[in-house]
Antibody, heavy 123, light 109 residues
C-alpha cells in the first residue's frame, strides 16, 4: 500500500524559505503527478502547483508563481516543495497529493494524500 | 475568492438528505472539465469522495452521489449519519490548472 510520507513541522522567520518533502513509501510515483495543496488555519484548500516527474516540468498557480518551486527526485521517489519569501500568511498545513494525468498535462483527481506538514511563519 | 462557489455551510438531521452545490463558469466546469469531491474530517487530510463527476472510489458508501450539469455540480448525501459531519470540497480545472471550491461545512443536527 503506497503512502505519501511528509517531512515534519517547521517554524520559519519571515523572509526565509522552507522546503517540505513528500516520499512515496511502498512504491513510486513515476506514473503519477504530485501536487502541493495548502490549507491556512480555518480556511479551505488551495492548489499551489504540480509536477509530472517523467515530464520534469511543473505548473504553478498564478498566486505562487516566482515564489514556489516543485521538484522530484525519482531515485528516492520523493517530491519537494520550496516556498520562498515567507510571510505570516503562509502559515498553513501543506499537503502533497498524487494524481494521474492526461496527455495534455491536465491532472486527474487526487486519490492519495500525505498527512500534511504544518509550516508556521513567525518572528 | 474561490473560482468555484460552494455554500459555506449546510445542515441536516440524521437520516435526511442534503445537497452541496458547486458553481463554476464557462472556463472551468462549463468547459467540460470533470468535477471531483473530497471529504475532510476534522484534523485529517482530505479524502477522495467522488471522482469524474459521479463515480465513487472503492469503499465510499452509495449514500454519496455526484452530478454535473452545465456550469455546476452537486454532491448529495442521503441517509445522513453523524460521521458525515465534515468539510466538503469540490475540485475542477480552469485553463487546465487545478481549482478548488471554498468548502462547505456539513453539520449533522
Amino acid at each position: 500500500q503506497v503512502q505519501l510520507v511528509q517531512s515534519g513541522a517547521e517554524v520559519k522567520k519571515p523572509g526565509s524559505s522552507v522546503k517540505v518533502s513528500c516520499k512515496a513509501s511502498g512504491g513510486t510515483f513515476s506514473s503519477y503527478a504530485i501536487s502541493w495543496v495548502r490549507q491556512a488555519p480555518g480556511q479551505g484548500l488551495e492548489w499551489m502547483g504540480g509536477i509530472i516527474p517523467i515530464f520534469g516540468t511543473a505548473n504553478y498557480a498564478q498566486k505562487f508563481q516566482g515564489r514556489v518551486t516543485i521538484t522530484t527526485d525519482e531515485s528516492t521517489s520523493t517530491a519537494y516543495m520550496e516556498l520562498s519569501s515567507l510571510r505570516s500568511e503562509d502559515t498553513a498545513v501543506y499537503y502533497c497529493a498524487r494524481s494521474y494525468y492526461y496527455g495534455s498535462g491536465t491532472l486527474d483527481n487526487f486519490d492519495l494524500w500525505g498527512r500534511g506538514t504544518l509550516v508556521t511563519v513567525s518572528s | 475568492q474561490s473560482v468555484l462557489t460552494q455554500p459555506p455551510s449546510v445542515s441536516g438531521a440524521p437520516g435526511q438528505r442534503v445537497t452541496i452545490s458547486c458553481t463554476g463558469s464557462s472556463s472551468n466546469i462549463g468547459a467540460g472539465y470533470d468535477v471531483h469531491w473530497y471529504q475532510q474530517l476534522p484534523g485529517t487530510a482530505p479524502k477522495l469522495l467522488i471522482y469524474g463527476n459521479s463515480n465513487r472510489p472503492s469503499g465510499v458508501p452509495d449514500r454519496f452521489s455526484g452530478s454535473k450539469s452545465g456550469t455546476s455540480a452537486s454532491l448529495a448525501i442521503t441517509g445522513l449519519q453523524a460521521e458525515d459531519e465534515a468539510d466538503y470540497y469540490c475540485q475542477s480545472y480552469d485553463s487546465s490548472l487545478v481549482v478548488f471550491g471554498g468548502g462547505t461545512k456539513l453539520t449533522v443536527l
